[in-house]
Nanobody, 122 residues
Framework: QVQLVESGGGLVEAGGSLRLSCTAS????????IGWFRQAQGGEREFVSTIVWNTGGTYIGDAVAGRFTMSKDSSKYTVYLQMNNLRPEDTAVYYC???????????????WGQGTQVTVSS
C-alpha cells in the first residue's frame, strides 16, 4: 500500500525545537518533490516547505524562513522538517505530501500522509 507516515510531533514550549519525519512506503520519492503543509484548528492548509528529492534542493515558505529547514535521508526514504524557535502560532497538524514539481500549491500534491500534531505552548 502507498503510505506516507509522519512522526515527531508533540508538545513543546515556545522557543524550543522539534524535528518531524516523513517516511515513504509503497511510493517513490525519486523524481518528485516532497512538501510539508500545516493546518491549524479551524484554519486552511498552509504551505511550509518542499524538497526536490533528487537534488536535495529546498524551498522554505516565508512564514517559517529562518526557523525551519528541510533535509532528507536517501537510504531511509525519509525527509525531515527541523523546526527551531517554535512559536505558538506554529501549532497545527503537519502533513507531508508528494508532488511532481516543487510548488506551494496544495492541488499539485497527490499523495498525503495522515498528519502529526505539533503544539507549541507559550
Amino acid at each position: 500500500q502507498v503510505q506516507l507516515v509522519e512522526s515527531g510531533g508533540g508538545l513543546v514550549e515556545a522557543g524550543g525545537s522539534l524535528r518531524l519525519s516523513c517516511t515513504a512506503s509503497g511510493v517513490t520519492f525519486s523524481n518528485y518533490a516532497i512538501g510539508w503543509f500545516r493546518q491549524a484548528q479551524g484554519g486552511e492548509r498552509e504551505f511550509v516547505s518542499t524538497i526536490v528529492w533528487n537534488t536535495g534542493g529546498t524551498y522554505i515558505g516565508d512564514a517559517v524562513a529562518g526557523r525551519f529547514t528541510m533535509s532528507k535521508d536517501s537510504s531511509k526514504y525519509t525527509v525531515y522538517l527541523q523546526m527551531n524557535n517554535l512559536r505558538p502560532e506554529d501549532t497545527a497538524v503537519y502533513y507531508c505530501a508528494r508532488s511532481a514539481v516543487a510548488t506551494e500549491r496544495e492541488s499539485q500534491y497527490h499523495y498525503w500522509g495522515q498528519g502529526t500534531q505539533v503544539t507549541v505552548s507559550s
